[in-house]
């Protein structure tokens, strides 16, 4: 899988998630201070997001400092569904139940091991196949027309 990164500042937590990806067998499409010293919030989460929606990338991640900013943009940009998740029954419930396509995460409150846990839950739970769900999902989608 291609997996879209982004951050507008640079941590040590950023490189882990870079590492953990590799190490996961994903291919990393980098973005914001991954190539650039510059890096803007709005603009990280809206190149991430049109990577992932124009099919660049299976599915996106972003970072700030709280998450917030990064996750705001990213969802500006139409078929993009991204989730500010803190902990992995959030991750699990994003992918479950809103099919979000990018995860935003922040740079300040991830440690390593909450990031290993939110990517496990994010990459082992799949789309909800229950029509109350799907129901949801397509009137998300239907909002983007």
Request: include cysteine; charged fraction near 25%; charge should be negative.
């Amino acid at each position: 899988m291609t997996i879209a990164i982004g951050s507008d500042m640079d941590a040590a937590i950023l490189k882990v998630a870079v590492e953990e990806l590799q190490k996961r067998g994903h291919e990393v499409l980098p973005f914001g201070r991954l190539l650039t010293a510059e890096a803007p919030w709005p603009k990280v989460g809206m190149e991430v997001a049109e990577a992932v929606v124009r099919g660049h990338a299976d599915q996106g991640i972003v970072f700030c400092w709280t998450g917030t900013g990064v996750s705001m943009a990213a969802n500006k940009v139409k078929g993009a569904r991204a989730a500010l998740c803190w902990d992995a029954p959030t991750a699990a419930g994003a992918r479950q139940w809103n099919d979000a396509n990018i995860l935003a995460m922040s740079l300040r409150y991830t440690s390593e091991e909450m990031l290993k846990e939110i990517l496990n839950a994010w990459f082992s739970n799949a789309t909800s196949t229950e029509e109350e769900d799907q129901a949801c999902i397509r009137y998300l989608k239907e909002m983007d027309a």
